[in-house]
């Protein structure tokens, strides 16, 4: 069973419906979480780009999935604690990043996403992240450092 489910996730997010790329929360804690997608196969999915003539979803889009989990993360209370939540944050850099030569479009399983907050501060947080497939393991990973805008 879902700790969270897609409705309760698009109340967190700030994105609108359509571009939430995560379908439940399969797990959370204080310093980890673990989200299911199988947005990458949605043909309306915002983040697929024109290729030759046809509409894919680029390897480079797992950094958006990471990136939601770790916002989730962040609303859910992932903060290390704090009450106080940020209005917003933002991806300041990310470090180590790789990812199969793959579309994201083209493959068959369910998507985990799974983002560990390594490291926090008053200002933002540390995080790596992994994006794996059960048709095709790991598709992307890297570290993102997240600093909140308050």
């Known amino acids: 069973m879902p700790v969270h489910d897609r409705s309760s996730i698009c109340r967190y997010l700030p994105h609108g419906a359509g571009a939430v790329l995560l379908d439940v929360v399969a797990h959370t804690d204080h310093d980890t979480i673990i989200c299911k997608s199988s947005r990458h196969k949605d043909v309306r999915n915002p983040f697929r780009v024109e290729r030759a003539g046809q509409w894919c979803l680029p390897a480079s889009a797992a950094i958006e999935f990471a990136a939601q989990a770790i916002a989730l993360h962040g609303a859910l209370g992932g903060r290390g ?7 917003s944050a933002y991806i300041a850099r990310l470090k180590g990043v790789t990812w199969k030569p793959v579309l994201l479009s083209d493959v068959a399983g369910e998507l985990t996403i799974s983002a560990t907050c390594t490291g926090r501060l008053a200002s933002g947080a540390e995080y790596t992240f992994e994006i794996t497939a059960e048709d095709m393991g790991r598709l992307a990973s890297g570290t993102a450092i997240v600093m909140f805008a308050e």
């Open 81 to 87: 604690g704090s009450d106080a939540q940020p209005a």
